[in-house]
């Protein structure tokens, strides 16, 4: 590409590309127009595109002009080139002729020598063949001569005899292999029940050595059946002779039939076989650390196979998730069961054989798991919907305010939704296998009852009726429920840690990282619970100003208490002060023992609330005060003019004074009631606005 680059003439500086874009190998007529359009006008760019062509064609026309005098000379260079090549053309054709005519003699030689090579091999093998049937005729005489009725059975040493018989059968099969071509049907047939015959006196022996528990003859049984390359015969007849009648004495057994619901005493008595009498076979062909003959599995292909036919045949009921207690049993004395099986592998390459057989994983899916989910989440979730639906009313509070002090809730609502999220943990209801869906369910009942608590607090209060009125001593009004949930909310969250700590518990898969999620899943949870906090504050503030700020509309009766009334100068505060801040003590009364920390922040909101009522009432009196004080001043001033005589200046204490002084008094003991409510009265907004406001007053 440098080459290129510098064969291109140069564009002046002053255009809006360099020359080396348009030979660049994505170069592209759109995407130059869009990069060069947003820099210049299509005007500018037609133009500068118009003088390098104008260098371009320059360039080229020197270029022909440079290299002119180069092609008229390669022209007469070619003069009498093809005169030369037809003189050639002869002798080529000669040779290529002389070529075809040896290739041919070769090819003809080639394929006489291949096929005497073919007929020679041919020879080899039919004598081979003939070599091998004399071999298959001397080892069925020998054979039959072995494993003839009298000559076994009056022998002492069977094995030796199954051991000699067994590589003479080897050898047959070998020899037959090399002579298919030639062997009859009745020598197939004849080698094919001397094999079968082999085989059952194999049988025989093979479970006379496990009945007898005789270690060394059945080591040299199994190897007969390695030799044999039949270790699926040895597997069957474990599992048919051994395995099968055990299993069905276990079944059918009359205090048996009694424990079908108890499926612990039956898997008990299955595990019994792996100890009794399988267990000289399972140290011989399974442990690593003592195993003499590798290739068997009869804990997986003679035992777990046939103990997962027999229960599909004769214990089917076992499965019916309808009843999810008793399916629950069954299902965790059979996990039970599982993994005291697979302990008996100390490979893990092993266990994995038993995980991937297909009878294994077919006999798990036949655990309806997800039916029996639907039944417990329809069973929880129900229990929760149920609770989460009635109204609040004073039905949903246990008991008196000193239960906010205990660890338990205080509604009625909160403890079953914790017993509920208790119970998807506890022992007769989790499954491990369920863990996700399990852990679902958790995070929707959390989010379910943060919904209905936000709900809650928004809804209308249901008084009891009178006849449940008398018969309930205990009166609870919607503050109450409120400050009660809030309760149980906080105690709900400072909760969660302890719920998280069981769920990791539970988890079948101890990852950190799984653990982590677990936790971040729970925070994000609680946050949002938490959430309901402030809101239920606010509501508890807003019960608390609705039962308060009634009395402070008395404030725009003081002027008519002195306006014209010849009243006294005014020492005592007005009752609205005390009704007003009368039902905040009452309250701080009832809780200041039980929820101290939250009754002085709930009283410092209300109060704060109350106070910016109470100085918008103040300011609207004073201010309606100074303009009736200004009219009654004009008014004074136009009759003074109209009859020309001045009206003497009022003595004492004016009307709208009394007014100022009655404002001031109120507020001071506005503030020293607050004072005893042990609220600082630093942190209670507007206070001090409000005795700045009618101090302000009385010194104009």
């Avoid at 009498?80 to 003699?105: F, H, R, W």
């Avoid at 943990?425 to 369920?434: D, G, P, R, V």
């Avoid at 799984?514 to 906090?533: G, N, Q, V, Y």
Wanted: charged share 25%.
């Amino acid at each position: 590409m440098s080459d290129d680059k510098r064969s291109l003439p140069v564009a002046p500086k002053d255009l809006c590309f360099f020359e080396h874009e348009f030979i660049q190998s994505n170069f592209n007529v759109d995407t130059f127009l869009h990069d060069h359009r947003k820099v210049v006008k299509l005007e500018t760019m037609r133009d500068d595109l118009g003088i390098y062509l104008k260098l371009l064609r320059s360039a080229m026309i020197d270029l022909i002009n440079k290299d002119y005098t180069d092609f008229v000379n390669l022209s007469s260079n070619l003069i009498g080139l093809d005169k030369a090549i037809n003189g050639l053309e002869m002798p080529l054709s000669q040779l290529k002729e002389e070529v075809m005519q040896i290739q041919q003699t070769l090819d003809e030689e080639i394929t006489t020598l291949s096929n005497s090579l073919n007929d020679d091999s041919q020879i080899k093998l039919q004598k081979q063949s003939l070599h091998s049937l004399q071999c298959v005729y001397k080892c069925l005489r020998k054979l039959s001569s072995m494993l003839s009725v009298n000559n076994y059975m009056e022998s002492f040493t069977k094995i030796d005899i199954l051991e000699q018989a067994t590589a003479e059968l080897n050898q047959l099969k070998f020899n037959v292999s090399r002579c298919r071509s030639d062997i009859s049907v009745d020598q197939r047939t004849e080698s094919k029940k001397l094999e079968d015959l082999l085989i059952t006196y194999l049988n025989e022996l093979f479970l006379a050595c496990i009945h007898e528990k005789d270690s060394n003859l059945l080591i040299r049984c199994l190897r007969i059946y390695i030799m044999l390359d039949n270790i699926t015969t040895a597997e069957l007849v474990v599992k048919r002779d051994i395995i099968s009648p055990i299993i069905n004495n276990i079944l059918q057994d009359e205090d048996s039939q009694s424990e079908f619901n108890n499926l612990q005493s039956i898997y008990n008595r299955l595990l019994n076989i792996l100890s009794g009498e399988l267990k000289q076979l399972l140290d011989i062909t399974l442990y690593s650390n003592r195993i003499q003959v590798k290739g068997f599995n009869f804990l997986v292909n003679s035992f777990w196979i046939e103990i997962e036919e027999k229960i599909d045949q004769q214990l089917k009921h076992i499965f019916a998730p309808g009843n999810p207690e008793l399916f629950h049993k069954r299902y965790t004395e059979t996990m039970w069961f599982r993994k005291k099986l697979e302990e008996f592998y100390d490979v893990p390459a092993h266990i994995n054989i038993l995980k991937d057989h297909l009878q294994y994983k077919n006999f798990l899916k036949k655990w309806n798991l997800p039916v029996y989910f639907q039944i417990r989440f329809q069973e929880i979730a129900g229990t929760v919907e149920i609770a989460l639906k009635e109204s609040i009313s004073p039905e949903l509070i246990k008991g008196s305010a000193n239960i906010l002090i205990l660890e338990e809730f205080s509604l009625h609502t909160t403890s079953i939704v914790w017993n509920c999220l208790h119970k998807i943990w506890s022992e007769n209801i989790y499954l491990s296998q369920l863990f996700q869906e399990f852990w679902k369910l958790t995070l929707q009942v959390c989010s379910r009852y943060q919904t209905w608590a936000c709900t809650a607090i928004r809804q209308k209060w249901h008084e009891n009726n009178k006849s449940e009125s008398i018969a309930n001593t205990n009166h609870y009004s919607k503050l109450d429920f409120l400050i009660y949930l809030y309760c149980d909310v906080d105690k709900f969250v400072n909760r969660l840690p302890n719920l998280l700590r069981i769920v990791q518990l539970k988890n079948p898969n101890p990852n950190p990282t799984i653990f982590k999620l677990l936790e971040d899943c729970l925070t994000e949870t609680s946050k949002t619970i938490t959430m309901i906090l402030p809101l239920t504050t606010e509501k508890i503030v807003n019960e608390l100003i609705m039962h308060c700020v009634i009395y402070l509309k008395q404030v725009s009766d003081i002027p008519r208490l002195y306006r014209r009334t010849n009243r006294e100068v005014p020492i005592k505060p007005c009752a609205y002060v005390k009704n007003a801040l009368s039902f905040l003590t009452s309250f701080r009364t009832n809780y200041n023992d039980i929820v101290p920390m939250n009754v002085t922040i709930w009283l410092q909101l209300a109060l704060s609330l109350l106070t910016e009522h109470y100085l918008t009432s103040v300011t609207d009196v004073l201010t309606s005060v100074q303009k009736t004080e200004e009219s009654l001043r004009r008014l004074k001033r136009i009759r003074d003019k109209s009859t020309g005589v001045l009206s003497p200046d009022a003595q004492g204490i004016s009307d709208d004074e009394k007014i100022r002084i009655q404002l001031q008094i109120d507020v001071n003991a506005y503030s020293a009631m607050i004072t005893e409510l042990n609220v600082p009265v630093s942190d209670i907004s507007h206070l001090q606005e409000l005795a700045q406001a009618v101090e302000a007053a009385l010194k104009k």
